[in-house]
């Protein structure tokens, strides 16, 4: 069971205690403490009933009562325990209670001990937490109707999954008291629902979003009764920003998330992030930023870092150096494998080490059992069952705590009637052995039996003693045995057998195919190669299904359903055979040419059985242009090799675009084809440098830009025209003796104080001539500004040859507006009101 898949993680696992006593109900009636609905609990939690004193004996530790001593409305089903002297019982469920939901709960007398039955609950009411609006993201994604174009769009986190069908007319979207078009763009149900925002917003301004009441969460019962309210504000697209740093454990595994106001392309954030302390991590990229994955542990505190000069998908460069603190501490409980959920093979040769991901959780019950050979299509077509606990779940009473339909969401491997348990034991999360993360699980031959006769797969089960919806399950086949299968299209198979840990083919093991109703169809016996076959029995009403091998007391399998392949996507129609028998192989020197240049190709022809054709043997090889028509068909014969040569003068006139190279027999049948590009270009005419003096400026100053050109292979390039843009723009400064320092010039909205600079500084153009050694000098006197920091100025220079083509050049200076840079020195981690800080 896969918690984050169930319900949001976004509240603490804690105890709830309801009190009994021996008072009447008119007491409890007129007790002012009472509320509607009750109190509100965690759906990940527990829940303890407290006596006054004690009830029943202590049940011994790691056992749970499968009597039902309490009824809940819904039903809510788990098992029960009797803790610190009986004064207390603790019902754990099978699954996290259901979103949004009031609950009733009811002593059941004739199950309580003799002489307790008149006990009654003070408090018999209890809910979980309503529909809330966590939070509303705004930012800039690439747009799906205008390609090239981008789009303001929104995403709401809610608590629970909510149906967008739900969402759709409640939600209301406005800026500045005027309401904005929007589309929910969302399909499915989820936490998060993302929607398109269609109409201009102001930048910087911030957008509002209400849901009006009503609002109901999937599987809840209780609906919102006020409007839930979040606002955000509208990001610029000119500059990246990082929105938001968090650390969350998604499936069991600690990953980071880092959401931008625009998406970023992992090759260009890759270099420029740092994690420390140094962990191992890969890069997804995602719709509103990146997600990081690697070594992260539970508990650690790491720093990340993002350098300057990282651009946007939309041009949006991220000015200042980026860096925060982020962690994963007071994760709710989770249970994962950290292998993929369709992952079952484990090398009966290596380690047998599973990985799990144990968070929250100190002490685990393991039980392993073992699936027979003849049962395994069963298992893997059930895949897991939907409902809770298992058989004899309620002992002694005779009743059944509702149909199922409230634990919809737990899941197990129905093994009473497929297998055997082989042992369950217990296991303190600090007594198992830890690498990269991840808790070792280890499981040892002779506890699984794997030298016995009866073969089969494993189902392993980790679940947490103290809390019972905290419970996961894997299939494992322990094997050294790796199959692979090509089913024919008349029903008949090659099976390749290989061992996993050397790779070696694997002979005299015994193959046995079984159909899809667990009929053996065959049995066939590996060759030295570790091939066997099957063929169909033409006529036969059996459909292969399964392949199962023995080889010693190794056991492999490999189910042809769900292992199928897809192969739309590749070319696997294989070679088609032509009425001349011969196959072609044409290839040429390069694929783009100029016109008058000279085409050569050379073709190589060989039987379908690879036998080298007779020599003299007569082939065309032909030239189509671009309109389709032919060029040139050149008639040749192959030599001794089975090989031609052949070439084609492109005139300087010719046209350009795509043209075809084709081989046929003497007697016009195609063999094969080419396509070759022609196309017209020139190079530059100018050789052009650009340079700044001085490369140092200070306010008021003068920077001259230097220009030399020259003809190629000529002499200078005399009396050509050019143009000189001169632009300033904001350098981030970092200083190698103080890296924790931060020297940014901050506005008192928190935003840059250089970020309108350029909007201060408009570009300026100068223009003229070259001289007759080709030589042109552009002044630039730079505006008289102080205290704002280091600035970057460009020359971007453009001479213009002969035919008036552009060749570009550009030069940087840089510009110091204050004689000392002050920094202030980075806090370490959050600090409350009225505490000193040393600055």
């Known amino acids: 069971m896969r918690l984050c898949r169930l319900l949001p ?18 007491e409890q009636a007129q007790n002012p403490t009472t509320q509607a609905d009750g109190e509100e609990i965690d759906p990940y939690q527990n829940i303890t009933f407290a006596f006054d004193e004690p009830v029943a004996p202590a049940t011994p530790e790691g056992r749970w009562d499968t009597t039902r001593y309490v009824q809940f409305e819904p039903a809510i089903r788990g098992k029960f325990k009797w803790a610190n002297e009986g004064r207390e019982l603790v019902f754990s469920p099978y699954e996290p209670l259901r979103p949004s939901t009031v609950f009733v709960a009811r002593l059941r007398p004739a199950a309580l001990p003799s002489g307790q039955q008149k006990l009654t609950l003070d408090r018999s ?87 009006a009441p009503g609002l109901q969460a999937v599987a809840g019962s209780q609906a919102t009764s006020a409007p839930l309210v979040a606002a955000a504000t509208v990001p610029e697209q000119e500059t990246l920003q990082v929105r938001e740093l968090t650390g969350s454990v998604l499936d069991g595994q600690p990953v980071v998330t880092l959401l931008t106001n625009q998406p970023v392309a992992v090759a260009d954030m890759q ?27 539970v508990g650690k505190d790491y720093q990340i870092s993002i350098e300057p000069g ?165 299939l494992v086949a322990l094997t050294d045995l790796g199959l692979v299968a090509r089913q024919n299209a008349d029903g008949g198979a090659v099976i390749f057998l290989n061992s996993i840990r050397t790779a070696q083919p694997v002979s005299g093991a015994t193959v046995r195919f079984l159909s899809t109703n667990n009929q053996v169809m065959g049995t066939a016996t590996t060759n030295g190669q570790g091939v066997a076959r099957y063929d169909s029995v033409a006529g036969s009403r059996l459909r292969l299904g399964m392949v199962t091998v023995v080889k010693d007391a190794d056991f ?19 070679l088609t055979s032509n009425a001349a028998h011969y196959q072609a192989f044409l290839y040429g020197d390069r694929d783009l040419y100029r016109p008058g240049d000279t085409i050569y190709t050379n073709t190589v022809v060989r039987h379908d059985d690879w036998r080298t ?114 632009s300033l723009k904001a350098k981030s400064f970092s200083a190698k003796d103080y890296p924790g320092y931060n020297f940014a010039i901050q506005a008192g909205t928190g935003r840059s104080a250089l970020e309108d600079l350029a909007e201060q500084f408009p570009h300026e153009r ?50 110091q507006t204050q004689k000392a840079l002050f920094g202030i020195e980075r806090i370490g981690g959050l600090v409350g009101t009225h505490q000193d800080v040393a600055m």
């Open 271 to 297: 270099p420029l992030l740092k994690v420390e302390p140094e962990v191992p991590f890969s890069i997804e990229a995602q719709e509103s930023g990146l997600l990081l994955r690697g070594g992260f542990e």
């Open 310 to 474: 990282v651009r946007g998908a939309l041009g949006g460069q991220l000015i200042e150096r980026f860096s925060q603190g982020v962690s994963f501490g007071n994760t709710t409980p989770s249970i994962s494998f950290a292998s993929a959920e369709k992952a079952m093979y484990l090398n009966a040769l290596g380690a047998r080490s599973l990985g799990l991901r144990l968070n929250g959780v100190k002490k685990v019950q393991v039980t392993v059992a073992k699936v027979y050979a003849s049962n395994v299509q069963q298992i893997l077509r059930a895949s897991k069952q939907y409902s809770g606990g298992e058989e004899g779940e309620y002992e002694g009473d005779g009743e059944s705590e509702g149909d199922g339909d409230e634990g919809g969401s737990y899941q197990y491997y129905d093994l009473e009637n497929m297998g055997d348990v082989l042992f369950t034991r217990s296991y303190t999360t600090a007594a198992l052995k830890k690498q990269n993360g991840l808790h070792l699980l280890n499981l040892s031959l002779k506890d699984l039996e794997f030298n016995a006769p009866l073969k089969g797969l494993y189902v392993v089960r980790v679940q947490d003693t103290e809390h019972l919806w905290l419970r996961e399950e894997k």
């Open 125 to 211: 009411k209890f809910h979980t937490p309503l529909v809330a609006l966590g939070s509303a993201q705004v930012f800039y994604g690439r747009s799906e109707q205008a390609v090239g174009t981008a789009e303001l769009r929104a995403n709401l986190l809610f608590n629970y999954p909510v149906r967008p069908a739900d969402l759709r007319p409640r939600l209301a979207l406005s800026q500045n008291g005027r309401p904005v078009a929007f589309t929910l763009t969302a399909v499915e149900p989820d936490h998060t629902l993302g929607l398109i925002i269609n109409q201009g917003v102001k930048p910087g301004e911030p957008l509002q979003f209400t849901v």
């Open 766 to 815: 100068r223009e003229g001539e070259t001289d007759a050694a080709g030589r042109g000098t552009a002044a630039y006197v730079l505006p008289d500004v102080h205290d704002m920091g280091t600035l970057q100025g460009t020359a971007f220079a453009t001479i213009f040859d002969e035919t008036g083509r552009p060749v570009n050049r550009l030069a940087t200076f840089e510009v």
């Open 556 to 574: 492999s399998f490999i189910n042809l359903p769900q292992t199928r392949v897809e192969t739309s996507r590749f070319e696997v129609g294989g």
């Open 9 to 26: 993680l976004l509240f603490l696992a804690v105890s709830a205690t309801f009190s009994c006593s021996k008072k009447t109900d008119q």
């Open 613 to 726: 054709p007779p020599a003299g043997l007569p082939v065309k090889v032909r030239l189509l242009l671009p309109t389709g028509k032919e060029y040139v068909n050149l008639g040749e014969r192959l030599n001794a090799t089975g090989a031609v040569e052949s070439r084609f003068i492109l005139p300087a006139s010719i046209m350009t675009g795509l043209y075809t190279l084709e081989v046929l027999t003497g007697n016009d049948v195609l063999l094969t084809s080419r396509q070759v590009s022609v196309e017209e270009f020139i190079p530059d005419r100018l050789k052009v440098t650009v340079s700044a003096a001085p490369t140092m400026v200070r306010p008021a100053e003068t920077v001259n830009a230097k220009i030399t050109a020259l003809n190629l292979f000529g002499p200078p390039a005399a009396g050509r025209k050019f143009e000189v843009e001169f």
